[in-house]
């Protein structure tokens, strides 16, 4: 039996094969503008083309072994392909379609994270990148984000946390400090209580042995007069240093001139300032004036 190549090559099956191609339409060229489709399906089959050009091209850009430029060049067509199909979905909504628009897939970064992609014009969808064209030098770092710098907080926003507590005024609130500072207080109150009872107690000792003509002790006086001492010794300090204060003389380290001497400075800065209100010319007519009235007298 013959071979499949040579059934192929045979003369009745190439007569065949042409007469088929004969009744097939003439291949039609996709519009180059999407406005020219005035039909909703045939606008539909020519975004179905797009789409699985772009299809292709992308499974092709996942190998990192093409190359700088060859990827470069797939990234840019597929670019290309997706502003294309944006028109043709475009033009589907004018003709009454489905908005295919409304559900397109988001970009995504190295990690799948869902990335906005900037358009400068603001007409559809911005400059993307996919498959290896993300990992190219230079392209890595638009997805990085940068770090976040630790902003400094200013003296507002410090004062802006700070309330009452800070200052202690809640602090009787927990009841903490209240059980602490109770028994402190009572024993406080009690040691003052029990000295004033002594003062008390010893100042009438002292008032009746001053009544009777007694001999008191130094100690009994010297604990009586002990707070009122003490004022009077703050007055005398508060005098000495007053009285100190006063003898302070002023030392001149520079010799000052008298009285006469003060005199004729001012008398000599009057004549410069008399002198320096008249031009030279007139001060000589003034001088020929008085040397005239002096020949005059004479």
């Known amino acids: 039996m013959a071979r499949n190549e040579e059934k192929a090559q045979s003369m009745l099956n190439r007569f065949i094969t042409m007469k088929e191609e004969e009744k097939r339409p003439p291949k039609q060229r996709r519009p180059y503008l999407a406005s020219e489709c005035r039909d909703l399906a045939e606008a539909d089959k020519w975004r179905q083309q797009i789409m699985r050009e772009i299809g292709r091209k992308v499974a092709e850009i996942q190998n990192e072994g093409l190359g700088e430029h060859r990827i470069r060049d797939l ?26 628009s ?6 995504t970064d190295l990690d799948g994270n869902i990335v906005d992609v900037p358009n400068p014009s603001g007409r559809g969808p911005g400059y993307r990148y996919f498959g290896a064209a993300k990992k190219l030098p230079g392209v890595r770092e638009l997805f990085e984000k940068p770090p976040e710098l630790r ?3 200013t003296r507002y926003d410090i ?5 009452a507590s800070y200052y202690g005024y809640r ?8 059980k602490l500072e109770g028994p402190a207080e009572q024993n406080m109150r009690a040691a003052a209580v029990a000295d004033w009872k002594e003062m008390e107690k010893i100042k009438q000792e002292a008032r009746r042995a001053v009544k009777s003509g007694e001999v008191v002790e130094v100690g009994v006086v010297s604990k009586i007069l002990f707070e009122e001492e003490e004022d009077v010794v703050e007055e005398e300090r508060m005098k000495e240093r007053e009285e100190k204060e006063k003898e302070r003389e002023f030392i001149a380290h520079v010799p000052l001139p008298d009285e006469e001497e003060i005199k004729k400075k001012v008398l000599e800065k009057k ?3 008399m002198l320096s209100k008249y031009t030279s010319s007139e ?7 008085a040397k005239s009235l002096l020949n005059i007298q004479k």
């Open 151 to 153: 902003k400094r907080r």
């Open 271 to 273: 004549k410069l300032e």
């Open 283 to 289: 001060l000589l007519e003034g001088l020929n004036e």
């Open 75 to 100: 990234n840019d067509e597929i670019n290309k392909l997706i502003r294309e199909k944006v028109h043709w979905e475009r033009r589907i909504v004018e003709l009454g379609g489905h908005n295919y």
């Open 171 to 178: 602090d009787d609130e927990d009841g903490i400090l209240e």
């Open 159 to 163: 004062y802006k946390r700070i309330d």
């Open 102 to 107: 409304r559900h397109s897939a988001k970009m």
